[in-house]
């Protein structure tokens, strides 16, 4: 049997960290090694590295560029509890975008720290290239308290090594997950989070806190092209909803090509999880740009035709999130004309959130 890694909920159950090694004194604080700590955001367990996305079984079944994408910690998070008033971070990666001009050093390569406060999940701060050696902390000056934490991992780079510097006097708590199944998107460089300005803007993640649901991210930038090997690996996982986010990178003549056959195959591994297809963001420019609009509405009559002859075929777990309204009307939501800024990332869950929490 191939193995699977349960996708399991933001909901954790606290467990505390059997006599954390010390790795090294610095400034009066003791590290802890992150190997062997539970993370939040992955599908499988056979990993060729402790922070990759795609298991073992994939390399020479997927293109090779999904392949090194699939090496990028997008999506993946570390939940701990603390009862520290000032907490470090050391972390190496490799992999690293070579280009990344529509996009931060933070998103690319940094990391991203969230606090539960009562129910809801708020940012607290950001840890840059420069702190990857520990000498600044990543939070410092907090009111005493036991708080728990989600730091999100780098989006276009592979984490390598990670650790978390806590003051001495400090207990250290890791977030276990509880088995409850989560959401797998499966897209283009947008679920992959190009380009937020940091790894927690992604939609994907932005969900996640939303619903108290863990997500499994596999957007592949360019590469997210529903390939019927990608349909096979999505079916190895065993979510409570997949959403498939694939557009921007499909030509209608492509997408005519592959999104049934895609859907099929899903559907034989997993007759009835529900799916949730996701239209064609609205390129802000299309207004005045014919080919622009064209593409779009090619891509759009090619995607509304496959997915209604399922829905009418019988299909009652398939839902659709029309690509109308993704972005808004007023041009402001992308970095690019195609990639979503912030505020596009903020866009995109407001209007995929209905469809994903009706499958929960």
């Known amino acids: 049997m191939l193995d699977m890694l349960t996708l399991c909920s ?6 505390v960290v059997p006599e954390p090694r010390l790795k090294e004194s610095e400034r009066d604080v003791q590290w802890y090694e992150t190997e062997g700590l539970s993370l939040d955001g ?21 293109t090779e560029a999904v392949w090194q994408l699939g090496q990028d910690s997008a999506g993946v998070s570390l939940d701990f ?9 050391k972390w190496s990666v490799h992999n690293r975008c070579a280009s990344h001009a529509n996009m931060t050093q933070i998103v690319v390569e940094g990391v991203d720290l969230y606090v539960l406060d009562g129910d809801r999940w708020r940012w607290l701060s950001v840890g840059r290239d420069g702190q990857a ?14 708080r728990r934490y989600r730091l999100y991992l780098p989006l276009y780079a592979g984490v ?10 400090a207990r250290f708590w890791v977030n276990e997950p509880d088995g409850q199944p989560g959401v797998c998107f499966y897209g283009t460089s947008i679920v992959q989070g190009a380009s937020a300005s940091r790894p927690g803007m992604a939609y994907p993640s932005i969900l996640g806190r939303r619903l108290g649901r863990s997500v499994v991210n596999l957007g592949f930038s360019g590469s997210g092209k529903m390939e019927p090997e990608m349909a096979d690996l999505l079916g190895e996982l065993d979510p409570a909803a997949y959403v498939i986010d694939c557009l921007p990178n499909l030509m209608a003549p492509l997408l005519s090509e592959r999104l049934g056959p895609f859907l099929d195959r899903l559907r034989s591994a997993r007759p009835i999880t529900p799916i949730v297809a996701v239209g064609s963001i609205p390129y802000p420019a299309a207004f005045l740009l014919s080919n622009t609009a064209k593409r779009i509405a090619d891509s759009t009559a090619v995607f509304n035709a496959v997915i209604k002859e399922r829905i009418e075929g019988g299909d009652e777990n398939l839902h659709v999130v029309p690509g109308e309204s993704l972005l808004g009307d007023d041009g402001e939501a992308t970095i690019d004309g195609t990639h979503p800024n912030d505020l596009g990332m903020v866009r995109l869950a407001d209007t995929i959130e209905p469809a994903v929490r009706s499958c929960l």
Not at 10 to 15: L, P, R
Not at 42 to 62: E, I, K, T
Not at 133 to 146: A, E, F, I, N, S
Request: glycine share 12%; proline share 10%.
């Open 81 to 89: 509890t603390t009862d520290a008033q000032t907490i470090y971070g």
């Open 160 to 169: 390598a090594s990670l650790r978390i510097g806590l003051p001495h006097d």
């Open 10 to 15: 933001a909901i954790m159950i606290e467990t």
């Open 42 to 62: 992955q599908g499988w367990s056979s990993l060729p590295h402790r922070y990759a996305r795609l298991p073992n079984h994939a390399l020479g079944q997927v």
């Open 133 to 146: 050696k520990g000498l600044t902390p990543l939070v410092d000056g907090m009111p005493p308290g036991r």
